[in-house]
């Protein structure tokens, strides 16, 4: 079984992951993890803490020259912004933040002991888990991108379906949004909030490509890879909505807009190619094949051989300049909301961390279905059923 947890606070002295299930002999190099831990750092609309972290990661168990061992791999990330014994009381809970149900739950009177945990300054240590399985996923060909498609409410609509040119698009973008017109109306939207003391949230998709069919289960409900994969986005920091394929959308339509049609053809279809048929350019050539995607590539909490491709929404920062009415928890009179430095908007940063949370979620499912104690058996199992999904 593949799982991970984190520890760590915000201004404490480090964040620290602990991974647990990798096969051995799966290359473990820091730099592709620094790399990802850069992007999370970026995207326009941070603010000034940013300036101050430089997220690099420490490796301190589960690997021996370069290569994972099969056991358990932990983590560091210092944090340059260590100060949690002398900051502030924080008495003015943030209407938005976990400030007050956390004081609430574990009867502090200072609401900085909620914060410090809460904080998304943790989901650097998801993004180095994830970077792991990164690495897991791409030995078979398969590849997760995140991106930024809305921002205080301005769509992306042009979002190539070639991963290339999609993760090229991005990569050109200081927004990770691979549509550079509506780029222009969500940077615009950023800086009028900025102006205003104010914060925006927005929507990031994540799509993976190369995927096989048969992860997941339908036979238990908590084997079904949608509802794995919902979970783990909706625990991400400020994420309020989750989407699978159409999402919402199916509610409007009839039936026969909705299902993908299946389709077969011996000899698999050539570039340019259409967006159902990216399994066909990573090899994954069943035959079997759809025009639309409209179900994400999940049918019944199975992988059906499409991209896997979900949305999610994500919430303004609650941490305004401009603050909102609170009440001040001893004294019980109303103030203002407390007015921490903080971000305007972290769209951008929450999509790597997204697209994270997803490569962990899909990795884990594909070492349920091919898991072996070494990558090379992890590889022969997968191979064997490649196989067998040809010869049905
Ligand atoms: C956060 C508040 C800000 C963000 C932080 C999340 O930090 P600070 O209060 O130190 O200015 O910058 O995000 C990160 C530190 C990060 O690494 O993403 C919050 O309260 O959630």
Known sequence: MLRYLTAGESHGK??????????????IDTETMNAELVRRQGGYGRGPRMKIEKDEVELLSGTRKGLSIGSPVSLKIRNL?????????LTRARPGHADLAGAMKHGFHDMRNVLERASARETAARVAAGALTKTLLKEFNIDVLGYVVGIGGFLATAIPG????????RDSSPLYCPDKEAERGMMGRIKEAEKAGDTVGGIIEVAAFGV??????????????????????MAVQAIKGVEIGLGFEVAERLGSLVHDEIFYDKIPLSPPLEKGDIGALKGLTSGFYRKTNNAGGLEGGVTNGEPVVLRAAMKPIPTLRKPLSSVELSSKTPVQA??????????????????????F???SAFLEKFGGDSLQEVKRNYTGYLGQIKGL
């Open 81 to 89: 912004d260590y100060s949690i014994e002398d900051l502030p009381e």
């Open 162 to 169: 070639d991963p290339q040119e999609l993760q090229r698009c």
């Open 14 to 27: 480090c964040l620290i992951a602990v991974v647990e299930g990798l096969p051995a002999g799966l290359k």
């Open 212 to 233: 096989p069919p048969g992860l997941g289960s339908y036979a238990q409900w908590t084997e079904r890879l949608d509802g794995r994969l919902a979970r783990a986005v």
């Open 361 to 363: 979620e899909l990795a």
């Open 338 to 359: 407390a007015a921490e430095r903080s971000d305007v908007c972290a769209v951008p940063a929450a999509s790597v961390v997204v697209e994270a949370v997803v490569a």
